[in-house]
């Protein structure tokens, strides 16, 4: 194919947009990070990678807000940038959860698909996708269970499509380096994580806080991911136990579900396959943080047995204080908002871009007959990534059982592809 992909953007929320509740968003994404990075990538200047950019949701009256969001926050502050799209369902259509399925009947094979939405809705949009050989970029977690994400997996290979995950911690340039410094200090012994967002995130996410998906999925799911990329081929998760804090969610005014955890702490056992020896790790997340200096807290230790790694992701020296909102420290590591000194947007380099651009350049190259889907192994795809949602689908069940200890089974004893979970 000569022409580059359309693109459908399912979910119209913070990530993608920007815009939640009516107005833009609290958060470190106030311009989203999905939309804005798909426009960029329309441009001549980038290259023409994107084609038509169409946008679903669930409810059409948002597109007027989102329009003038955009319109306001983007192409009227960056030079050259166009943002227009094609909105499902119509502006006057309060509700349509069918809308995505009207979307996916106009896009044609080979195009790209993005979903951004609730965890529990995942499955579903992609299988759909998937099926008429769209290639898809799911936002983590892929889907809630570990048979899910199989099933997903299978259609893929089935079809011929790249099935990607939004793994964006993999190309924070701290995070690639610690990852290659970890594979040289021996066998794996002890590794914790702790990420957090403040209270008002729960306002965001009150529609599915506690009842379609949870904090460990939403905010875990990056450092296991991370912990399971630099493990791979050494080391393997075997045993879950899940535990959780709770009293501040269902209390705060923003109608969350009395269901909702604050904290959940995943604990888990691995196996160094070659020797038999142990490792412990422990994942930590929390949307019950007060406001600080930064939106997310976010670090991890590691420690192997012939050294120690420390990153403190939040923190990196670069902090900014003014009138309106105080102290602040900056990570444009991430998304750089700034424009460049030609007014145009400059984030190219940011991890947030970075991972969406490299699924974009891996399905150019595909409808180009330069490459198949199986060759992009190397990157967080459906297949690569089995091994953390199992975890996560551990943790919820021990969660859903009183913190019962879950093992994850695989094949064979030196296999790193798990394939079910089973009571202990």
């Given at each position: 194919?000569?022409?580059?992909?359309?693109?459908?953007?399912?979910?119209?929320?913070e990530?993608?947009?920007?815009?939640?509740?009516?107005?833009?968003?609290?958060?470190?994404?106030?311009?989203?990070?999905?939309?804005l990075?798909?426009?960029?990538?329309?441009?001549?200047?980038?290259?023409?990678?994107?084609?038509?950019?169409?946008?679903?949701?669930?409810?059409?009256?948002?597109?007027?807000?989102?329009?003038?969001?955009f319109?306001?926050n983007i192409?009227?502050?960056?030079?050259?940038?166009?943002?227009?799209f094609?909105?499902f369902?119509?502006?006057?259509?309060?509700?349509?959860?069918?809308?995505?399925?009207?979307?996916?009947?106009?896009?044609?094979?080979?195009?790209?698909?993005?979903?951004?939405?609730?965890?529990?809705?995942?499955?579903?949009?992609?299988?759909?996708?998937?099926?008429r050989?769209?290639?898809?970029?799911?936002?983590?977690?892929?889907?809630?269970?570990?048979?899910?994400?199989?099933?997903?997996?299978e259609?893929a290979r089935?079809?011929g499509?790249?099935?990607?995950?939004?793994?964006?911690?993999?190309?924070?340039?701290?995070?690639?380096?610690?990852?290659?410094r970890?594979?040289?200090?021996?066998?794996?012994?002890?590794?914790?994580?702790?990420?957090s967002?403040?209270?008002?995130?729960?306002?965001?996410?009150?529609?599915?806080?506690?009842?379609s998906?949870?904090?460990?999925?939403?905010?875990?799911?990056h450092?296991?991911?991370f912990?399971?990329?630099?493990?791979?081929?050494?080391?393997?998760?075997?045993?879950?136990?899940?535990m959780?804090?709770?009293?501040?969610?269902?209390?705060?005014?923003?109608?969350?579900?009395?269901?909702?955890?604050?904290?959940i702490?995943?604990?888990?056992?691995?196996?160094?396959?070659?020797?038999?020896n142990?490792g412990?790790?422990?994942?930590?997340?929390?949307?019950?943080?007060?406001?600080?200096?930064?939106?997310?807290?976010?670090r991890?230790?590691?420690l192997?047995?012939?050294?120690?790694?420390n990153?403190?992701?939040?923190?990196?020296?670069?902090?900014l204080?003014?009138?309106?909102?105080?102290?602040?420290?900056m990570?444009p590591?991430?998304?750089?908002y700034?424009?460049?000194?030609?007014?145009?947007?400059?984030?190219?380099?940011g991890?947030?871009?970075?991972?969406?651009?490299?699924?974009?350049?891996?399905?150019?190259?595909?409808?180009?007959?330069?490459?198949?889907?199986?060759?992009?192994?190397?990157?967080?795809?459906?297949?690569?990534?089995?091994?953390?949602?199992?975890?996560?689908?551990?943790?919820?069940?021990?969660?859903?059982?009183?913190?019962?200890?879950i093992?994850?089974?695989?094949?064979?004893?030196?296999?790193?592809?798990?394939?079910?979970?089973?009571?202990?």
């Open positions: 194919m000569d022409h580059p992909p359309d693109v459908l953007m399912i979910g119209t929320g990530y993608t947009t920007g815009y939640v509740h009516g107005k833009q968003s609290a958060s470190d994404k106030k311009i989203g990070v999905v939309a990075t798909m426009f960029d990538l329309q441009s001549p200047h980038r290259g023409s990678k994107i084609g038509k950019a169409k946008l679903a949701g669930t409810n059409g009256t948002k597109y007027p807000g989102i329009r003038e969001h319109k306001k192409s009227e502050v960056y030079k050259d940038m166009k943002v227009d094609e909105s369902p119509g502006d006057t259509v309060s509700n349509d959860p069918n809308a995505f399925m009207t979307a996916l009947n106009t896009m044609k094979k080979g195009d790209i698909v993005t979903i951004f939405t609730p965890d529990d809705t995942h499955f579903t949009m992609a299988k759909e996708a998937i099926q050989g769209l290639h898809v970029l799911l936002t983590k977690p892929p889907v809630k269970t570990l048979e899910e994400q199989k099933q997903l997996v259609l089935k079809n499509v790249l099935v990607y995950i939004e793994y964006h911690k993999r190309y924070d340039p701290m995070y690639s380096d610690a990852r290659e970890i594979r040289q200090l021996g066998e794996f012994s002890f590794y914790t994580s702790y990420m967002q403040p209270k008002f995130q729960l306002d965001t996410f009150k529609s599915w806080a506690g009842l998906s949870d904090i460990s999925y939403y905010l875990n799911s450092h296991i991911d912990h399971c990329w630099a493990m791979e081929a050494n080391s393997k998760p075997v045993r879950v136990i899940a959780k804090s709770t009293g501040i969610a269902p209390s705060l005014p923003y109608g969350v579900s009395d269901k909702c955890e604050d904290t702490t995943l604990m888990v056992q691995w196996l160094n396959v070659k020797s038999g142990l412990t790790a422990s994942y930590t997340a929390s949307w019950v943080a007060p406001k600080a200096d930064v939106h997310s807290q976010q991890f230790f590691y192997g047995q012939k050294g120690e790694i990153i403190d992701q939040a923190h990196r020296g670069y902090t204080t003014t009138d309106s909102n105080g102290f602040a420290c990570n590591l991430y998304m750089k700034t424009t460049d000194s030609k007014g145009r947007f400059s984030g190219q380099l991890y947030g871009y970075r991972s969406l651009e490299l699924f974009v350049d891996a399905v150019n190259a595909i409808r180009r007959g330069e490459a198949k889907a199986e060759e992009f192994e190397y990157l967080p795809t459906a297949s690569s990534t089995l091994t953390a949602t199992a975890i996560l689908d551990a943790g919820r069940t021990s969660l859903d059982h009183n913190s019962k200890a093992l994850i089974k695989y094949d064979s004893n030196d296999s790193f592809v798990p394939v079910s979970l089973q009571f202990e």
